[in-house]
């Protein structure tokens, strides 16, 4: 029982106008698409937000040829100095529409708006501020000062305006054109975004957004016109667009899925670290890449993280994503929703033991608990396998090598945690993990100056930092 009845503050949807139906944005207009549509649903409620236009081949070839006659007349001759304060406009605008931003994403997404509201959007914002600056310092890169040409870029639904901007803002800082698809089931910040490339002037043609699935985004990457394929998603259409661009001259950058160990250790400050392994697997309801989806504990500490960790989840508040309390949101589609229900059910299945943290899942719309898995071996497929849902799998070990193999004993390599008070041993682990990001004593923290990228099937190249460069530069 709560000590006093629950008071709702939910952020007001008035702000944002959706419209009932959208185009495509080419040519810095929107014109209508030469294709079918598709509905968006608000994840938690399931009600239809808008039709969306699905780009067909036709409409993927016009906005490259669009693409292609900025960068060959505009964009790619203008200097960097210029093309940076096109860079800050558009940074200072998403500042100024930062709470339609926020609260559009949590209807489209089903994120809360205290994550949209204070993670996706200002780091979105940081991203165009950061690269405007090295847009006129390119010869200081490392990586040359000349630019690629026209990029197609596929971007998943999980984080859809920060993934857009960590895709736009290198490319048009480095001086090339871009075509961007957002997921099918989160397109609406990105059409909004292209209202603020509108609002800051960009020259017709530098940004075209294109909506549809992954038909359309297949269109986009096998295009002979495009010279730069920049995709985040699954690594199993990663796979797909490596096969299909190998032996074209097309420069691929490839940010694909993960499965992070959270590693902690006896020395730990155990209530940061649960704080850390709740942000690390329910923050944005764990559809996160880097997601600390196994934890790994040494022994000696086991029960006592296990009881804390149970006791900090059944306080998690789950439900309305604009609700300012809510920590967990819905579920991005029903799609997602089978595969994490699928996935777990193979965990009960395997022997591993299920918790769910006590809440109340809304009638409608697409939910699951905050969930842990516990009598996990490294043979279980829910230690293995991408859940991409709030699914933590809880694995012990004794000492720092064992935690090291563990952690190592994976297909992927994006990110790791390591929780200790000793600087030395997290050094230590650092420098043994098989990961592009280790965090020490914290998770899930993202800034426009680092890189971040992933080893073995996670990907390759990297976003984020000078590195970041490297991939729109010839
Ligand atoms: P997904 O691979 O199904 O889709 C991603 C995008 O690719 C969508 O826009 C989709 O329409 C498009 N697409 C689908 N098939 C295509 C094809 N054949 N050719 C071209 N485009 C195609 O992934 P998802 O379910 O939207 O996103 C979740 C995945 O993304 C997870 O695996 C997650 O780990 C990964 N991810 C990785 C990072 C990273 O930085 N490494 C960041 C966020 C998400």
């Known amino acids: 029982m709560e000590p006093f009845p629950y008071a709702p503050a939910p952020e007001s949807p008035a702000i944002v106008d959706i419209r009932p139906s959208y185009g495509l944005f080419v040519g810095g207009e929107f014109v209508d698409g030469r294709g079918t549509s598709f509905k968006t649903v608000n994840p938690a409620t399931e009600e239809v937000l808008a039709e969306i236009a699905e780009a067909s081949p036709a409409d993927?070839?016009?906005?490259v040829q669009a693409a292609r006659t900025a960068y060959d007349a505009v964009w790619s001759r203008m200097p960097g100095s210029e093309r940076a304060k096109y860079l800050f406009r558009i940074a200072r605008i998403i500042a100024e529409r930062s709470r339609e931003l926020a609260v559009l994403e949590s209807i489209d997404n089903g994120k809360p708006i205290r994550e949209s509201r204070d993670v996706d959007v200002p780091i979105a914002a940081a991203h165009f501020f950061y690269y405007a600056g090295w847009a006129d310092k390119l010869e200081h890169?490392?990586?040359?000062?000349?630019?690629?040409g026209v990029a197609a870029q596929v971007i998943p639904w999980n984080f859809p305006l920060l993934m857009l901007a960590w895709k736009i803002a290198p490319a048009l800082a480095c001086g090339n054109t871009v075509v961007l698809k957002p997921a099918e089931t989160t397109p609406l910040t990105a059409l909004l975004f292209a209202e603020i490339c509108q609002q800051a002037d960009l020259p017709p043609g530098v940004v075209n957004i294109l909506t549809g699935a992954g038909s359309t985004g297949q269109a986009m990457v096998t295009h002979p016109g495009i010279d730069k394929v920049a995709f985040t998603g699954s690594t199993e259409v990663g796979?797909?667009?490596a096969r299909a661009v190998a032996g074209t001259d097309k420069r691929v950058t490839l940010e694909l899925g993960g499965k992070a160990a959270n590693i902690v250790f006896d020395d730990a400050p155990i209530d940061q670290a649960v704080e850390g392994i709740v942000d690390g697997i329910f923050f944005n309801q764990g559809h996160v890449c880097c997601?600390?989806?196994?934890l790994l504990v040494q022994e000696s500490v086991y029960d006592d993280v296990l009881e804390r960790l149970k006791r900090r989840m059944s306080t998690l508040r789950l439900g309305d994503p604009l609700d300012k309390n809510t920590d967990v949101g819905a579920i991005n589609s029903s799609e997602q929703l089978l595969r994490i229900r699928a996935l777990a059910e193979v965990g009960d299945a395997e022997g591993?033991?299920?918790w769910s943290a006590p809440c109340d899942l809304p009638t409608s719309g697409f939910w699951f608990p905050p969930t842990l898995f516990t009598g996990v071996t490294q043979a279980h497929r829910i230690a293995r396998e991408e859940i991409f849902g709030p699914v933590l799998s809880v694995l012990t070990f004794r000492t720092p090598a064992e935690a090291v193999e563990k952690a190592n004993?994976?297909?992927y390599g994006l990110s790791a945690g390591v929780w200790s008070d000793k600087g030395s041993r997290i050094l230590w682990m650092a420098d043994r993990l098989k990961a592009g990001v280790v965090w020490s004593n914290t998770f899930n923290k993202f800034d426009p100056t680092s890189p971040f990228g992933g080893?073995?099937?996670s990907g390759y190249?990297?976003?984020?930092?000078r590195h970041g460069l490297e991939g729109y530069l010839r």
Do not use: H, Q
Not at 60 to 63: E, L, Q
Not at 141 to 148: A, D, E, H, I, Y
Not at 461 to 465: C, M, S
């Open 291 to 294: 997601a600390g989806s196994r």
């Open 141 to 148: 890169s490392g990586f040359g000062s000349t630019p690629l």
């Open 455 to 457: 080893y073995k099937e």
């Open 461 to 465: 190249g990297r976003e984020g930092g």
């Open 352 to 354: 591993a033991d299920r």
């Open 409 to 411: 004993n994976t297909p």
């Open 239 to 241: 796979k797909a667009i």
């Open 60 to 63: 993927v070839d016009r906005a």
